[in-house]
């Protein structure tokens, strides 16, 4: 498994005295830890923060996870969010707010327009090493 060797955090939403700096971090748990410290600061229902993790072959897989209040929502890990994400994406973990048969017209125009994405993500899920 091809390890992560950093993981960049920048929070993207909140108060303006709030620190949009990135921070960056040498373990996942670290990351975790950074992104529960923010959930505590959220105000109101969401927000986003983005996210960078280099890999050890240079690969870098970056994205964004809508951090809830942890006081109203359960706390969500880096990791966890990934993985979701690529079980949304392999057609494997349909999310909640769409139907069975947008979900399955979804994977329909996903793997006529975009096969390179499926093999992509099936390459990441398959020899990156998450969390």
């Known amino acids: 498994m091809i390890k992560a060797t950093n993981i960049d955090i920048t929070r993207g939403e909140g108060r303006r005295d709030m620190d949009f700096d990135t921070h ?4 996942w748990a670290e990351a975790n ?6 959930a505590k600061t959220v105000e109101g229902h969401a927000d986003k923060v983005d996210f960078a993790i280099y890999f050890e072959d240079g690969y870098i897989y970056n994205g964004t996870i809508c951090v809830k209040n ?16 690529l079980a949304f994406e392999m057609g494997i973990a349909k999310p909640a707010h769409l139907s ?26 398959t020899n990156y090493q998450i969390g």
């Open 70 to 85: 942890a006081d109203l929502h359960e706390e969500e890990s880096l990791s966890d969010h990934i993985r979701q994400h």
């Open 33 to 38: 830890a950074q992104i529960a410290a923010i």
């Open 24 to 27: 960056t971090f040498s373990t």
């Open 100 to 125: 069975e048969a947008q979900y399955a017209e979804f994977n329909r125009n996903r793997e006529a327009h975009s096969p390179e994405l499926l093999t992509e993500v099936a390459n990441f899920a």
